[in-house]
């Protein structure tokens, strides 16, 4: 009797986001946690709320020449450009990991061109063990694609739109910080067909060795990431939120259960954990009991109470 | 791989600005081979979001001991560590060394405290072999005594001349290699790029197999950033980017594509 009354007492974590029927709202976000056995050793998949892995596009990418990654004070900037193994190699050879546990899989994709797009998001559809598509318009480290397509409302917006006809797979443009106004690009992804939209991505950035002169990273600029970023995509979340009635899932600077609370205050259904993970490989699963523990105190039986509760 | 809240025994200098971490350590010491690495999250490392990695000394006992030196942000705040607290590993990381091929006599070359986990491959083998050690000084001499105690002959070479023979490490493995002109090796090194692409060539001239450890920046330690990689020519002659954190750190000479 005792564990039931305790079962029921727990509260409700699950969340079913455009179709994606979650756990808990907690994601690792893409190009932080690989394709799943990198950190299957040290944190128990089945309690993530989705997976989403590496950024996948048509033909292998090699990515940037290295140094790709230095820390900087609150962060880190990041230039892998994109490396990855191509659509055909990753259904083969990586998906089938991921299969063996019980996490939605969402692929990141994205092309070299506009097209490219819906193309791997065809070849995707279908595939047993997907459970939607994260499109990133939002990288700044490759030179064809990524946050090109993603700073540019008519181009954001076509392109959506053209992968939102090869699919039947929930979308979800992964939107960049570096516009004017985030609530129209939101509202130009859910327009477009967009199922739920998910922000932010790094923000681009700059790091130079005086002593050379020369900037550390190979690719010269990368993506800022980490708890530096973190209060700029409280704000980003807020205001997408409020622009649009599909889900937001909020990410930037993640580190513990209260930065994750911020952003499901504001209005995101859902989260992801990204840099934080090389930090501490448990983040995701701290956040998730904090998440749970906060529901708990502040008497909420249901996630979706704390979603959207801000008080403005 | 496993992750472990580790206690510190023992934190001392080793010598000159090197120290010596020693931390007990069960779990991951158990498990460790030589060549394989930490990744340690250093405490009261302000603002920081990365580990820090470091090669093996020695492992055994419960214990697992980090041979390191203030380069930067995260050594220095590792100095400041006190015996009794504890630190996060992740460990341990990575492909040791392969152990020689049969018949061969272990060569092992170490560019300053790139001797650490040479040192723990060492206390390994079955076989005795002899160490080559270049610095820039002789405060970056390292574990000299500890290759003797166990019998190994070391030969040092030093930039300024203070210890040893004056040059790089190449300046004593040189002359030694032609003085054996027949005999069957197994090289194994641990240092700068330019003194592992050296020690490759001299491999591949002596037809022998040189294991080499790389050190690249690394992220998450573990494959999923994708920060460390290195270019390696594979079997059918294809070139790839493999990871130093998880295929590596340990690489045969002929699979680096040197850039």
């Known amino acids: 009797m005792t564990n039931t009354r305790q079962h029921d007492s727990r509260p409700d974590m699950t969340v079913n986001l455009a179709g994606i029927r979650m756990k808990n709202p907690v994601m690792v976000a893409s190009g932080t946690f690989g394709y799943g056995p990198e950190y299957a050793d040290l944190v128990d998949l089945n309690r993530l709320g989705a997976f989403v892995v590496k950024g996948i596009r048509m033909q292998p990418c090699p990515g940037n020449e290295v140094p790709r990654m230095v820390e900087v004070r609150g962060g880190l900037v990041n230039a892998i450009g994109l490396q990855g193994p191509g659509v055909k190699k990753f259904i083969t050879g990586y998906l089938p990991f991921l299969r063996a546990y019980d996490v939605p899989v969402i692929v990141n994709i994205w092309g070299q061109t506009e097209d490219e797009y819906g193309e791997v998001a065809a070849h995707l559809d279908g595939v047993p063990g997907i459970a939607g598509l994260e499109l990133n318009i939002s990288c700044p480290n490759v030179r064809h694609g990524g946050i090109a397509f993603g700073t540019d409302p008519q181009v954001a917006g076509r392109l959506i739109a053209g992968v939102r006809r090869r699919t039947r797979l929930p979308i979800i443009p992964k939107l960049s910080p570096n516009v004017p106004d985030i609530g129209m690009f939101a509202r130009m992804a859910e327009e477009s067909g967009a199922d739920a939209v998910s922000l932010i991505n790094t923000i681009p950035a700059m790091v130079v060795d005086v002593a050379t002169r020369r900037p550390v990273l190979a690719n010269k600029i990368g993506g800022l990431s980490g708890p530096a970023i973190h209060p700029v995509a409280v704000r980003l979340v807020w205001e997408a939120a409020k622009a649009v009635k599909i889900p937001v899932i909020g990410m930037g600077g993640i580190m513990e259960p209260e930065d994750a609370l911020e952003f499901l205050i504001v209005g995101a259904s859902a989260v992801a954990v990204g840099t934080a993970n090389f930090t501490d490989p448990s983040t995701a699963l701290r956040v998730v009991d904090g998440i749970e523990k906060y529901l708990v105190v502040h008497h909420m039986r249901d996630l979706r109470q704390v979603i959207g509760s801000v008080q403005v | ?259």
């Open chain 2, 1 to 259: 791989m496993q992750i472990e809240q580790a206690r510190v025994l023992k934190h001392a200098q080793f010598s000159g600005d090197y120290r010596l971490l020693t931390l007990e350590a069960p779990v991951i010491s158990a498990l460790v081979e030589p060549g394989q690495f930490l990744h340690v999250r250093v405490p009261r490392l302000e603002q920081s979001v990365l580990r820090r990695p470091f090669s093996i000394y020695e492992a055994g006992s419960g214990q697992l001991g980090i041979l390191y030196k203030q380069v930067g942000r995260g050594t220095e705040a590792l100095a400041r560590v006190v015996e009794g607290e504890t630190l996060n590993l992740i460990g341990p990381l990575g492909n040791g060394f392969p152990l020689p091929e049969p018949g061969t006599l272990p060569v092992l070359v170490a560019g300053g405290y790139g001797v650490a986990p040479l040192r723990l491959l060492a206390s390994r083998l079955k076989d005795k072999g002899i160490l080559f050690v270049g610095g820039r000084t002789a405060a970056d001499i390292l574990c000299v005594q500890d290759f003797e105690a166990m019998g190994w002959p070391v030969q040092v070479a030093t930039e300024d001349g203070s210890s040893g023979m004056k040059g790089w490490v190449t300046s004593v493995l040189d002359p030694w290699l032609d003085a054996h002109p027949g005999e069957m090796m197994t090289f194994y090194a641990c240092g700068p790029d330019g003194m592992l692409k050296a020690i490759g060539e001299r491999a591949v001239r002596h037809e022998s197999i040189a294991w080499l450890s790389l050190d690249k920046h690394m992220g998450c330690g573990v494959g999923a950033c994708l920060a460390c990689v290195q270019k390696i020519r594979l079997p059918d002659g294809e070139e790839v980017l493999e990871r130093v954190c998880r295929e590596g750190p340990v690489f045969e000479a002929r699979e680096i594509v040197w850039k």
